[in-house]
């Protein structure tokens, strides 16, 4: 089975015409799971249900799946005091950091067990550069977060917007790669070090599209053709991008969200099933084979309360051995009565023909031959 696509970011607005060909066409590109994303700015609402119906009011593709996404516009550090509960309203929930404070907020400071992505506005004129941010990218991949790179202002935006995104995906793609650090300062006598790339770029990053209609959707291998011809990711993380860091994504919070302590997942309670009748009385089908086999007996339906408990092996043999046993004792009891009743006649014929003085001595062998073809 080949990997999974995915696509978690697709803008859904209420009563959105778009919608439903966006999502046609990406399942028909060869997307596989999608997230419908709304995005919150400013102060939480009372209400923090989500409102994207479940199921949505139009026909999807029945092998695309859908996920709930909600993005909070991070500008004060006072937001974060209901993310817990607005994230148990969504699949995922992903943080869009405003500026440089709020960004080092979401990657050291906003708890990892409501927080599943990061996703910073790239086609925006950053304030700061994002590749001098690497410890920050660290300390967010330490624990468990990811950030996203969305491509679709960067193909239907105007040329200042993509010109940022080029720069800033580029950035960012560079301070996330593994070991990254800034050149050294310059040694006494001597010439100042290299910074060390640590290999390719990309680590605990993801590709979205953000695209608000179908115009701006890109097929799965051209948007690895991007991350890897233009970005900069290497050594396979433009595919892993679209599949394999976005499913971690998706599974990390399914497992913060239902299972204990964002650590372990109940699958199973291991309850047990009764053979009873449910609740409705009814009592459950017989097999055709035991219908056939109560026919042809002439009997009712088997009880299990007549019916005899299953016989172990070892109980098996210890019976056959017992009835091996008791058929040798009657066999030599009948040996030992017929002896007994052979010696009785021979006592009884030698005691009628016992010789008298004169007797001759033929009669008297005559006797022992007979006695001798009696025993």
Excluded at 172 to 179: D, E, I, Q, Y
Excluded at 260 to 269: C, E, L
Excluded at 329 to 350: R, S, Y
Excluded at 363 to 368: A, L, N, T
Aim: proline share 7%; glycine share 10%; aromatic share 4%.
């Amino acid at each position: 089975m080949g990997n999974l696509f995915y696509d978690l970011n697709i803008p859904w607005r209420p009563g959105d015409p778009e919608l439903p060909r966006t999502l046609a066409f990406l399942h028909e590109l060869g997307y596989n799971v999608v997230a419908l994303n709304h995005t919150i700015s400013g102060k939480l609402p009372a209400d923090l249900s989500c409102p994207i119906p479940s199921p949505l009011p139009f026909v999807t593709p029945p092998k695309l799946t859908i996920l709930r996404r909600c993005t909070l516009v991070l500008t004060s550090p006072s937001t974060n005091a209901r993310l817990a509960a607005l994230a148990a309203a969504y699949d995922v929930l992903a943080i869009r950091p405003s500026d440089e404070r709020t960004l080092q907020l979401a990657c050291t400071s906003l708890p990892p067990g409501a927080v599943d992505l990061v996703s910073v506005d790239l086609a925006q004129r950053m304030t700061f550069h994002l590749s001098a941010k690497h410890t920050l990218l660290a300390a967010a991949r330490d624990r468990g977060l990811r950030f996203e790179i969305c491509y679709a202002a960067g193909i239907v935006g105007d040329a200042p917007a993509r010109q940022n995104v080029i720069r800033n995906a580029t950035a960012l793609v560079r301070a996330s790669a593994r070991g990254w650090e800034p050149k050294r300062p310059r040694r006494e006598g001597g010439k100042g070090g290299k910074g060390g790339s640590g290999g390719p770029g990309g680590r605990g990053v993801i590709v979205s599209s953000e695209a608000r209609d179908a115009v701006a959707v890109r097929a799965p291998w051209d948007v690895v053709n991007l991350a890897e011809g233009v970005w900069g990711m290497g050594g396979g993380r433009g595919r892993d991008a679209i599949s394999e860091e976005a499913r971690k994504v998706v599974a990390g919070a399914a497992i913060k969200r239902r299972g204990y302590r964002g650590v372990i997942d109940v699958i199973d309670g291991g309850e047990a099933q009764t053979k009873s009748a449910d609740k409705t009385g009814t009592q459950p089908q017989r097999s055709e084979k035991r219908k056939a086999v109560e026919e042809n007996t002439n009997e009712g339906p088997m009880d299990n309360t007549d019916r005899a408990p299953p016989v172990s092996k070892r109980e098996l043999k210890r019976r056959q051995k017992k009835a091996r046993m008791g058929e040798e004792q009657q066999v030599e009891q009948q040996l030992q009565q017929i002896d007994k009743q052979v010696k009785t006649a021979v006592h009884g014929a030698a005691l009628s023909s016992a010789p008298d003085a004169g007797t001759e001595p033929g009669e008297e062998s005559q006797v022992d031959v007979t006695m001798q073809d009696i025993k």
